[in-house]
T-cell receptor, first 115, second 108 residues
Framework: DAGVIQSPRHEVTEMGQEVTLRCKPI?????LFWYRQTMMRGLELLIY????????DSGMPEDRFSAKMPNASFSTLKIQPSEPRDSAVYFC?????????????FGPGTRLTVL | GIQVEQSPPDLILQEGANSTLRCNFS?????LQWFHQNPWGQLINLFY???GTKQNGRLSATTVATERYSLLYISSSQTTDSGVYFC??????????FGKGNQVVVIP
């Protein structure tokens, strides 16, 4: 199995631009999580999906952030407009049926820098 | 929300040494996990350990749920053990609350 795939691995953009991060979960997994990691706040859960349906988006910082999961093999996290304080590493993780948060497999992350 | 405290925050080990990392929770947990983030940023799930003891090679973990803590043991440390170790416990719904991590550096 290829594991969780994220793209791009690195993204540098200017303030005000739209940023789209992509994630392909492990085949057969029905939970998908988006996390953000910063030095100040550590690892934070932004949103998670179960069977492509958003279950809890209370961690999404503000309306500039949105996430979608149009099918079981693809999810996007979009920031529009981006701000310097959005600079962080964004991780996607997935877990198998029946596991919920019990066993999460993380992708390599996307390092976002907003200038 | 649940508070997760990890200690020590930083640890430098000579290769071959043993160490213990600790994770305390402010509330009872039933789904505690340990992760390792290597120096390249990759996060790996080490243990899912709601209670009791589990071992995986040189690593083992013990959770005492009634006392709200978990321990991660690293024996005969190797340079590849370097990185940050996170513990995490469930909050509401399926959310995980992460500690700030234990930064471990193993020197040859």
């Amino acid at each position: 199995d290829a594991g969780v795939i994220q793209s791009p691995r690195h993204e540098v953009t200017e303030m005000g631009q739209e940023v789209t991060l992509r994630c392909k979960p492990i085949s057969g997994h029905d939970y998908l999580f988006w996390y953000r990691q910063t030095m100040m706040r550590g690892l934070e859960l932004l949103i998670y999906f179960n069977n492509n349906v958003p279950i809890d988006d209370s961690g999404m910082p503000e309306d500039r952030f949105s996430a979608k999961m149009p099918n079981a093999s693809f999810s996007t996290l979009k920031i529009q407009p981006s701000e310097p304080r959005d600079s962080a590493v964004y991780f996607c993780a997935s877990s198998p049926p029946g596991q919920g948060t019990a066993t999460q497999y993380f992708g390599p992350g996307t390092r976002l820098t907003v200038l | 929300g649940i508070q997760v405290e990890q200690s020590p925050p930083d640890l430098i080990l000579q290769e071959g040494a043993n160490s213990t990392l600790r994770c305390n929770f402010s509330d009872s947990v039933n789904n505690l996990q340990w992760f390792h983030q290597n120096p390249w940023g990759q996060l790996i799930n080490l243990f899912y350990i709601p209670s009791g003891t589990k071992q995986n090679g040189r690593l083992s973990a013990t959770t005492v749920a009634t006392e709200r803590y978990s321990l991660l043991y690293i024996s005969s440390s190797q340079t590849t053990d370097s990185g940050v170790y996170f513990c995490a416990g469930p909050w509401r719904n399926n959310r995980l609350a992460f500690g700030k991590g234990n930064q471990v550096v193993v020197i040859p």
